[in-house]
T-cell receptor, first 117, second 111 residues
């Protein structure tokens, strides 16, 4: 079990630039989740995939955010025209889901910390 | 939006003492999970309790669930310095595959 891997660990960029993060889940996990976490708060759900299908997207996610999981394995999260409010930790998690439901533990990566200058 | 609210927001205890954290939520759930997060790291799953269960144990952890009060508690017995972390509850509904996290309790263990 190599765990969930996220790259890069840190990203510093200027306001208005585009950024892309990558998540490699545990290989046999079919579900993949993206969260955003700000200091002192719990993770906030952004979106989730079952295999390559994006099944749910938070209403909090603006059109500047897009996520893909093209082959049902790794996933990318892109933020276009970054704003200072996008500064946060972006966490990825994966789990094994057989049927609809949330009763499987999620395994988290160590996140990508985004800082917007 | 976050469904769970942990109480207290911060807790500092002496090593060896027990630590109790509470979580309250608003809507019906299928399960409730507890996670730990060390500073700068991802979350680690600790324990899951289903809506038809009232109590569950795992090592030094004891979780209770009261669906009538929409609340759960996490007890860590005989605390150790390595237990210093933030602890989050997360609720899941049967109709959804996502879980919703609370705002967490920051636990500090004094040597």
């Amino acid at each position: 079990d190599t765990g969930v891997s996220q790259n890069p660990r840190h990203k510093i960029t200027k306001r208005g630039q585009n950024v892309t993060f990558r998540c490699d889940p545990i290989s046999e996990h079919n579900r993949l989740y993206w969260y955003r976490q700000t200091l002192g708060q719990g993770p906030e759900f952004l979106t989730y995939f079952q295999n390559e299908a994006q099944l749910e997207k938070s209403r909090l996610l603006s059109d500047r955010f897009s996520a893909e999981r093209p082959k049902g394995s790794f996933s990318t999260l892109e933020i276009q025209r970054t704003e200072q409010g996008d500064s946060a930790m972006y966490l990825c998690a994966s789990s094994l889901g057989v049927k609809q439901g949330s009763d499987q533990p999620q395994h988290f990566g160590d996140g990508t910390r985004l800082s917007i200058l | 939006s976050q469904q769970g609210e942990e109480d207290p927001q911060a807790l500092s205890i002496q090593e060896g003492e027990n630590a109790t954290m509470n979580c309250s939520y608003k809507t019906s759930i299928n399960n409730l999970q507890w996670y730990r997060q060390n500073s700068g790291r991802g979350l680690v799953h600790l324990i899951l309790i289903r809506s038809n269960e009232r109590e569950k144990h795992s090592g030094r952890l004891r979780v209770t669930l009261d669906t009538s009060k929409k609340s759960s508690s996490l007890l860590i017995t005989a605390s150790r310095a390595a237990d210093t972390a933030s602890y989050f509850c997360a609720t899941g509904a049967s109709s959804a595959s996502k879980i919703i996290f609370g705002s967490g309790t920051r636990l500090s263990i004094r040597p």
